[in-house]
Nanobody, 120 residues
Framework: QVQLVESGGGMVQPGGSLRLSCATS????????FGWFRQAPGLERDEVSC???????FYVDSVKDRFTVSRDNPKNVIYLQMNNLQPEDAGAYFC??????????????WGQGTQVTVSS
């Protein structure tokens, strides 16, 4: 059974940092790309980052130079390091498994999300 479980969310002040984790099980993560998505209340779920099976990374402009996506295949975990967090970064963060090796080819499986709050 494919499972993705996010953790690491919380509340931080502007300028703070969080590291999100996405623990995967039920399949070999080596053969998939993974995306991180953010959904703020009342808004659509938007992709903020993606990492391909060969470790090519993608970031939306608003998080470039602040967020870093990485993967540890032996540990079956995908990470999203978020630095210099701002109020506009707040929302529920979801990780998702791509259809295959590459980013932006559609996502088939999702975690339940972890909440990030940025407030002074």
């Amino acid at each position: 059974q494919v499972q993705l479980v996010e953790s690491g969310g919380g509340m931080v002040q502007p300028g703070g940092s969080l590291r999100l984790s996405c623990a995967t099980s039920g399949f070999f993560p080596d053969f998939y790309a993974f995306g991180w998505f953010r959904q703020a209340p009342g808004l659509e779920r938007d992709e903020v980052s993606c990492i391909s099976a060969d470790n090519k990374t993608f970031y939306v402009d608003s998080v470039k130079d602040r967020f870093t996506v990485s993967r540890d295949n032996p540990k079956n975990v995908i990470y999203l390091q978020m630095n210099n967090l701002q109020p506009e970064d707040a929302g529920a963060y979801f990780c998702a498994r791509s259809r295959g090796l590459y980013c932006h080819r559609g996502y088939t499986d999702w975690g339940q999300g972890t909440q990030v709050t940025v407030s002074s």
